[in-house]
């Protein structure tokens, strides 16, 4: 499928994929786990193509390049990865090419990511919109905790939890991920500016899906074999 860009833009993707995954365990790189048959960062970038993205950089950590050059076959651009996401972040957009005017940073880990979703969240940035990304409600009951103890319930009303890509125009992630600035999420460097008053614009969510999930621990592998199967007998 194809995103209806907003007029004019050149999309292009940054998937980070630098983490060691360590909560995982497993001793390889969290991006080069094989499910059903496939790498994360395969599958992550392939969900980026069929959502119409053609221009896709790859960050990895740095002693990894062949690992990830032999599973991308020459598909993306690879950018070495710096100490945490940020950084990482930042490496690939240096490394995307000059004409890319709207960005999609995404997790590898969030391989399942649905194309449309990856549509939804491209199409959301026009107008006023300076980064939107997919997120779901909470089902869960949210509490406050100190320590041990239980010290409030929070409110789950208006609370959603963000997934990936988070999408921006090139020049406002650029602006707001130069400083050295680190966060484990880029939408909340925007917000940080516009509550400042440094940014103007908004930052909006559209519907994400529960198969985005960030794989992380290995229990979520469990998860990710069944989707994978789900993917393998639906075509
Ligand atoms: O560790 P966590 O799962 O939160 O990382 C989120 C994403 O950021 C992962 O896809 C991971 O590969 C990436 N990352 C990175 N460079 C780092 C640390 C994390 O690209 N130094």
């Not at 970038?45 to 050059?69: K, N, Q």
């Not at 880029?186 to 909006?204: F, I, P, Q, W, Y």
């Not at 789900?230 to 075509?235: D, F, I």
Request: aromatic share 2%; hydrophobic share 50%; proline share 7%.
């Amino acid at each position: 499928m194809t995103a209806a860009h907003p007029a004019g833009a050149q999309v292009g993707a940054v998937v980070v994929a630098a983490g060691r995954g360590e909560r995982l365990g497993g001793g390889v790189p969290k991006a080069l786990v094989e499910v059903g048959g496939r790498t994360l960062v395969a599958r992550a970038v392939d969900g980026l193509r069929r959502a119409g993205v053609a221009t896709i950089v790859v960050v990895h950590p740095p002693s990894e390049a062949d690992a990830f050059a032999a599973v991308l076959h020459d598909t993306s651009i690879l950018a070495p990865g710096g100490e945490d996401r940020s950084a990482s972040v930042r490496a690939g957009l240096d490394a995307l090419p000059p004409d890319v005017t709207l960005v999609a940073v995404h997790d590898a880990a969030r391989a399942f990511t649905p194309p449309e979703v990856i549509a939804a969240a491209i199409r959301a940035v026009t107008g006023d919109v300076v980064a939107a990304a997919p997120a779901l409600p909470v089902a869960d009951t949210l509490k406050r905790v100190d320590g041990d103890d239980v010290v409030a319930t929070l409110d789950r009303a208006g609370v959603v939890a963000v997934q990936t890509p988070q999408v921006f125009p090139r020049a406002v992630i650029r602006a707001v991920g130069v400083a050295g600035a680190s966060a484990t999420d880029d939408l909340g460097l925007v917000e940080a500016r516009l509550a400042a008053g440094e940014l103007d614009g908004r930052v909006v969510w559209v519907p994400g899906s529960p198969r985005a999930l960030k794989v992380t621990y290995p229990d979520d592998l469990v998860i990710a074999e069944a989707l994978a199967r789900g993917e393998a007998s639906a075509t």
